[in-house]
Nanobody
Framework: QVQLVESGGGLVQAGGSLRLSCAAS????????MGWFRQAPGKERQFVAA????????YDADSVKGRFTISRDNVKNTVYLQMNSLKPEDTAVYYC?????????????????WGQGTQVTVSS
């Protein structure tokens, strides 16, 4: 049984910061690529950021480039998403996802396991 548990969401004013965490347990090991996606009401799930098994490769969506940073701690089996300079359009449910592969991708269909999501709301 694989479990991904997100935390760190909340309400923040525009320009503020939040750090999301995703703790992995079960048969997920440090050799798995991880990603963050988000979904706003009435919209499709959108890629945010992804990181390879060792952190050597990361990808960011153009909409968050320079503001969000993905990182991981393989000792703690945790992946993070540091979000700075938040905008109202960043408001969404943020999901953590894991691949059985070591290599990061931007396609949500490539990810095998998903967390339950954490709400991020940015007020203007």
């Amino acid at each position: 049984q694989v479990q991904l548990v997100e935390s760190g969401g909340g309400l923040v004013q525009a320009g503020g910061s939040l750090r999301l965490s995703c703790a992995a347990s079960g048969s997920i090991y440090s050799s798995n690529a991880m990603g963050w996606f988000r979904q706003a009401p009435g919209k499709e799930r959108q890629f945010v950021a992804a990181i390879s098994w060792n952190g050597g490769t990361t990808y960011d969506a153009d909409s968050v480039k320079g503001r969000f940073t993905i990182s991981r701690d393989n000792v703690k089996n945790t992946v993070y998403l540091q979000m700075n300079s938040l905008k109202p359009e960043d408001t969404a449910v943020y999901y953590c996802a894991a691949r059985t592969s070591a290599w990061a991708t931007k396609r949500h269909s490539d990810y095998d396991y998903w967390g339950q999501g954490t709400q991020v709301t940015v007020s203007s």
